[in-house]
């Protein structure tokens, strides 16, 4: 079976980055970029690191009109990346063109809910009901919009799966038994998560703040 650990690799220094990826590469499936290294280093370090020959998640989450996001997906096909990210909040026909616009091969996911928010958060931007609740509304969209799957928290993997079976589910924010939550609120374990039926297992700090980085990536991958 496939490694489903993707390391978020939000590291200042490319070096440092890539000694990250380096020491760790036997223990992960895969590498996510996100937007903290994009616009550090660009489309140089985007190459650097798939030079080092693990996948590339490149979590940009497009949010804007059809057109502009149509071409933003044909812009990064120079990339190469395994899977792309767009906010379901941009609405189906988004999500359709971003997808129509997605290289052969590239798996395009929908965030739903950001996992630093809770009921609370959405509130206070006028949304109204549970994180379970908007997490299954844009599910339902992103699926009849032809992506697929969605990233969502660890708390919510179960239930969309059991609505859409064949998905693709991308789950971040986790945190192995004994670490801090940090800045996320809705968390689960690595091994919850994936009972639970993530596909992919985004994980940042708990390895690349680890005082033994592969120590580290190597506990996780053995919870698995």
């Not at 997906?73 to 609405?91: C, D, K, L, N």
């Not at 129509?100 to 950001?114: D, I, S, Y």
């Not at 993997?157 to 939550?181: I, S």
């Not at 968390?187 to 690349?208: C, E, F, K, W, Y």
Request: charged share 20%; glycine share 10%; hydrophobic share 45%.
């Amino acid at each position: 079976m496939t490694n489903p650990v993707y390391l978020a690799l939000d590291v200042p220094q490319l070096e440092a980055a890539k000694a990250l990826v380096s020491k760790v590469k036997a223990h992960v499936g895969g590498v996510k970029l996100g937007l903290e290294f994009f616009c550090a280093h660009g489309a140089h370090g985007v190459h650097e690191i798939a030079h080092l020959g693990l996948p590339i998640f490149l979590d940009l989450k497009f949010h804007d009109i059809p057109n502009t996001v149509a071409a933003a997906m044909q812009a990064i096909h120079v990339y190469e990346p395994a899977i792309v990210t767009v906010h379901a909040s941009g609405g189906r026909a988004m999500m359709e063109d971003a997808k129509a616009a997605a290289a052969e091969g590239c798996k395009v996911v929908a965030v739903t809910m950001l996992t630093s928010l809770d009921a609370n958060d959405l509130t206070a931007t006028g949304v109204y009901g549970s994180a379970e609740t908007q997490v299954m509304r844009l599910a339902e969209l992103a699926h009849a919009a032809g992506l697929d799957g969605i990233v969502c928290s660890g708390q919510e993997v179960g239930m969309v799966r059991k609505a859409w079976r064949d998905g693709f589910f991308v789950v971040p924010g986790l945190r192995p038994a004994g670490n801090g939550t940090g800045d996320q609120k809705r968390v689960v374990t690595p091994r919850q998560a994936r009972d639970n039926g993530a596909s992919v297992l985004v994980i940042g700090r708990p390895i690349s703040r680890a005082e033994d980085p592969e120590a580290a990536a190597r506990a996780i991958e053995a919870t698995l």
